[in-house]
């Protein structure tokens, strides 16, 4: 009897060695640490060494740059190859179980394996002292859920409060090698100097995106009337909240802002 997917041992090396999908061209290398504006005073922070091809060009363009990577082999080639490199300190380990700089400005520049996207993100996002801007090659749908393109997920929603997001350069599958068999983008995260809310505020929208997704923002089970919700949107200056529920994040905040004013009801 075939065991359920929920108990199948996880083979990280396997979906690891999948997850390879190498970006050799040195111009267009070139191009996009040109799109990052990285220059000699930044610290950059790489996720997967790779074969050293992008990890060579950020030594060159950058101040110091710490690159990890968690095949063996690949890190030895690595090694071999950038050794001429003395800003360069190249980790062989677990980005996941790494330590991230407890204070400094530092930047993060890499392409990433697409089966750990949303750990990688998600790590990045959520650490006390985050990086002033990630960019990240990652698969084209995953950038759009964080973006939130067609439409505002809970993920896209509560990285906002603290994160300015674009795709910055969308690849062709032959700018890989080998080509992987979906469409990728570089993605850009800027930390925003002022959170749009603070770390109280933002529990609380968290719940409040959470209720609102699954429960509806007004109508018998939402935390806002119909009229609480037109006349927050009004005052703001804001289009009215569609019924489909395609609904901008500034328009979530300004809900918000209002439920936390006006609202009686409690989150469940």
């Given at each position: 009897?075939?065991?359920s997917?929920?108990?199948?041992?996880?083979?990280?090396?396997?979906?690891?060695?999948?997850?390879?999908?190498?970006?050799?061209?040195?111009?267009?290398i070139?191009?996009?640490?040109?799109?990052?504006?990285?220059?000699?005073?930044?610290?950059?922070?790489?996720?997967?060494?790779?074969?050293?091809?992008?990890?060579?060009?950020?030594c060159?363009?950058?101040?110091?740059?710490?690159?990890?990577?968690?095949?063996?082999?690949?890190?030895?080639?690595?090694?071999?190859?950038?050794?001429?490199?003395?800003?360069?300190?190249?980790?062989?380990?677990?980005?996941?179980?790494?330590?991230?700089?407890a204070?400094?400005?530092?930047?993060?520049?890499?392409?990433?394996?697409?089966?750990?996207?949303?750990?990688?993100?998600?790590?990045?996002?959520?650490?006390?002292?985050?990086?002033?801007?990630?960019?990240?090659?990652?698969?084209?749908?995953?950038?759009?859920?964080?973006?939130?393109?067609?439409?505002?997920?809970?993920?896209?929603?509560?990285?906002k409060?603290?994160?300015?997001?674009?795709?910055?350069?969308?690849?062709?599958?032959?700018?890989?090698?080998?080509?992987?068999?979906?469409?990728?983008?570089?993605?850009?995260?800027?930390?925003?100097?002022?959170?749009?809310?603070?770390?109280?505020?933002?529990?609380?929208?968290?719940?409040?995106?959470?209720?609102?997704?699954?429960y509806?923002?007004?109508?018998?089970?939402?935390?806002?009337?119909?009229?609480?919700?037109?006349?927050?949107?009004?005052?703001?200056?804001?289009?009215?909240?569609?019924?489909?529920?395609?609904?901008?994040?500034?328009?979530?905040?300004?809900?918000?802002?209002?439920?936390?004013?006006?609202?009686?009801?409690?989150?469940?």
């Amino acid at each position: 009897m075939q065991k359920s997917r929920k108990h199948q041992k996880y083979d990280t090396s396997r979906h690891l060695s999948d997850s390879q999908n190498f970006i050799t061209n040195r111009k267009l290398i070139q191009r996009l640490i040109r799109l990052a504006k990285i220059g000699a005073n930044d610290t950059v922070l790489e996720i997967g060494t790779g074969k050293g091809h992008l990890t060579e060009v950020l030594c060159e363009q950058a101040g110091n740059v710490c690159s990890i990577e968690i095949d063996q082999k690949l890190y030895e080639r690595a090694k071999e190859r950038l050794a001429q490199y003395t800003n360069l300190n190249l980790i062989c380990g677990d980005f996941l179980k790494y330590n991230l700089p407890a204070k400094g400005d530092y930047k993060v520049f890499s392409n990433i394996p697409f089966f750990i996207t949303t750990q990688i993100v998600e790590k990045l996002t959520r650490v006390s002292e985050p990086p002033t801007d990630i960019w990240l090659v990652m698969e084209k749908g995953a950038a759009k859920r964080f973006i939130g393109i067609p439409k505002e997920t809970g993920k896209s929603l509560l990285l906002k409060v603290n994160w300015n997001m674009e795709i910055a350069y969308h690849f062709r599958r032959d700018d890989f090698h080998p080509a992987p068999s979906v469409d990728c983008v570089l993605v850009h995260f800027s930390r925003k100097e002022t959170p749009d809310l603070n770390k109280k505020e933002c529990v609380e929208f968290q719940k409040f995106v959470e209720y609102s997704l699954k429960y509806g923002l007004c109508g018998s089970r939402g935390l806002l009337t119909k009229r609480q919700v037109s006349v927050a949107l009004r005052q703001a200056g804001l289009p009215h909240a569609h019924e489909d529920g395609v609904t901008l994040y500034i328009q979530w905040l300004c809900l918000f802002r209002c439920y936390r004013r006006f609202s009686q009801k409690a989150i469940d």
